[in-house]
């Protein structure tokens, strides 16, 4: 039983991580709250299914032209929605969640509202420490680890990656030193839309593909990115982690029915004794 909360918990977390790092950078960098941010993450799976099976593009390749579909989609969602209100975090929550929810009819007009299924990466399964665990949800973590760390890398170690931590911190500072801070918002929403996407092409072997799966990721990612402390990447990591711990531990001493109620009473509880959050409230890699 330890051994398949350990092994499920993180592959979950890592899952987990993929989705709210994305949403806390573009907190970070912006201080905008994205409601599409869980759009990014379906529209991911469904490019995939229609490159992959409809088209018969080779999966890779599907993949590949599916990710840069998110990202310009996440590009041109910034420049023709969420510029022209960035002077109100009000006005930006409503038009992103406005857009989440025409894009999800838009995609049950164009797929139907039955649930979908993408070719897995791989098949068979994997036993560690005696836990059998499907080869796509390892290839899922494998994945998940490596972007973690490859994000690590970037922001700490390139000059693109200091100039986001740079707009994050202080976007007059940032500017008079003269970083452009365009390009940084730009990059930065391309890099969560990327993450995000990421994680719908991995999961949707194994996951079923609907119009709403867009919700209860992004419902998730809010609350891990809240319980993290708002602007902090690796208390947001920190964060997906526990919940994924948590939630298969519910899942397997309790009932997977009551694992969303003890996530958000435990999200509550760690705000009650520390509102900001696990890490704090700053932007820091």
């Known amino acids: 039983m330890g051994y398949d909360i350990l092994i499920n918990g993180s592959i979950n977390g ?20 994205n409601l599409y941010h869980g759009s990014y993450y379906m529209l991911a799976a469904y490019f995939t299914y229609l490159f992959a099976v409809l088209l018969r593009w080779p999966l890779l390749l599907a993949v590949a032209a599916s990710l840069s579909g998110v990202v310009a989609v996440a590009i041109l969602v910034d ?5 022209r209100v960035r ?8 038009c992103t969640l406005g857009l989440a929810y025409f894009t999800q009819y838009l995609v049950r007009i164009l797929f139907g509202p ?3 299924s993408i070719p897995a990466f791989v098949s068979g399964n994997a036993g560690i420490l005696g836990v059998v665990i499907p080869s ?12 973690i760390l490859a994000l690590w890398a970037f922001i700490g170690k390139t000059r693109a990656g200091r100039s986001i ?7 007059e500072a940032a500017t008079y030193m003269g970083i452009n801070t365009a390009a940084a918002f730009t990059m930065a929403t391309g890099i969560s839309a990327f993450l995000a996407g990421v994680a719908g092409t991995v999961v949707a072997p194994f996951l079923s593909v609907d119009p709403g ?4 990721p992004l419902i998730k990612a809010f609350a891990i990115v809240i319980l993290g402390g708002l602007g902090s990447l690796w208390g947001s990591v920190l964060a997906a982690f526990l919940l994924g711990y948590l939630e298969t531990g519910v899942s397997l001493l309790l009932s997977t029915n009551v694992r969303e109620i003890v996530f958000l009473a435990v999200v ?7 509102p900001s959050g696990l890490l704090g409230k700053s932007l820091t890699a």
């Open 213 to 216: 799966m867009w919700l209860l």
């Open 136 to 147: 796509t949800r390892l290839l899922a973590f494998g994945v998940g680890i490596g972007l």
């Open 87 to 94: 002077q109100s975090s009000i006005a930006v929550m409503i």
């Open 268 to 274: 509550l509880l760690v705000l009650i004794i520390k």
């Open 165 to 171: 931590m740079a707009v994050a911190q202080d976007p």
């Open 14 to 33: 890592a899952f987990y991580a993929l989705l709210a790092l994305g949403f806390c950078l573009m907190f970070g960098v912006a201080r905008l709250v």
């Open 114 to 116: 039955r649930y979908l």
């Open 79 to 83: 420049r023709v929605c969420v510029n």
